[in-house]
């Protein structure tokens, strides 16, 4: 169990780029959930698949985000035309597909937009 | 639809004092619980959760929690504070297979 990996680390664009995250959940894990942290905040859900369906999304996931699990394995994350208030810390999270099963967490992705 | 009440965001104990940080949620189904500890620039790690299997739960690091559903509470407690213990920490709540709510968080300082 390596637990789940998330990269970049750290990610600083400008106003307008567009960026990309990518997400390695625990091998065995079912579901993939992404959240966004803003600064003094706790996690927001944004989405989550099961396997490679995107079963819920949050209002906050704009249209200018997207995301992706094509192989029912790693996700991708990705933020068009950047806005300062996309600055945060955007967290991934992996679990078995059971009731109970707790959601691991990435070391997360910490973008700043300038 | 969960919510969780997390009082107070910054918390002082002494070292080797008890650690109480609070959570309430509210639900209309009984919720799985958890608390969460964030150490600076990293991720979120499981410190402790509620399943209905026990109202007492420990967790690591000595901290348990106990859920009182009278109360709608799931306080963390630990009976004494070492200066590891400063981080961020995260009440959470999810029912069934819905997303996890988490409260705003609550900053322990831990003073020498």
């Known amino acids: 169990d390596t637990g789940v990996s998330q990269n970049p680390r750290h990610k600083i664009t400008k106003r307008g780029q567009n960026v990309t995250f990518r997400c390695d959940p625990i091998?065995?894990?079912?579901?993939l959930y992404w959240y966004r942290q803003t600064l003094g905040q706790g996690p927001e859900f944004l989405t989550y698949?099961?396997?490679?369906?995107?079963?819920?999304k949050s209002r906050l996931l704009s249209d200018r985000f997207s995301a992706e699990r094509p192989k029912g394995s790693f996700s991708t994350l990705e933020i068009q035309r950047t806005e300062q208030g996309d600055s945060a810390m955007y967290l991934c999270?992996?679990?078995?597909?059971?009731?109970?099963?707790?959601?691991?967490f990435g070391p997360g992705t910490r973008l700043l937009v300038l | 639809a969960q919510s969780v009440t997390q009082l107070g965001s910054h918390v002082s104990v002494s070292e080797g004092a008890l650690v109480l940080l609070r959570c309430n949620y509210s639900?209309?189904?009984?919720?799985?619980l958890f608390w969460y500890v964030q150490y600076p620039n990293q991720g979120l790690q499981l410190l402790l959760k509620?399943?209905?299997?026990?109202?007492l739960v420990k967790g690591i690091n000595g901290f348990e929690a106990e859920f009182k559903k009278s109360e709608t509470s799931f306080h963390l407690t630990k009976p004494s504070a070492h200066m590891s213990d400063a981080a961020e920490y995260f009440c959470?709540?999810?029912?069934?297979?819905?997303?996890?709510?988490f409260g705003t968080g609550t900053k322990l300082q831990v003073i020498p």
């Open positions: 959470a709540a999810r029912g069934g297979y819905q997303k996890v709510t």
């Open positions: 091998s065995e894990h079912n579901r």
């Open positions: 639900s209309s189904v009984p919720p799985y």
């Open positions: 509620y399943t209905s299997a026990a109202t």
């Open positions: 698949f099961q396997n490679e369906a995107q079963l819920e």
């Open positions: 999270a992996s679990s078995r597909d059971a009731q109970q099963e707790t959601q691991y």
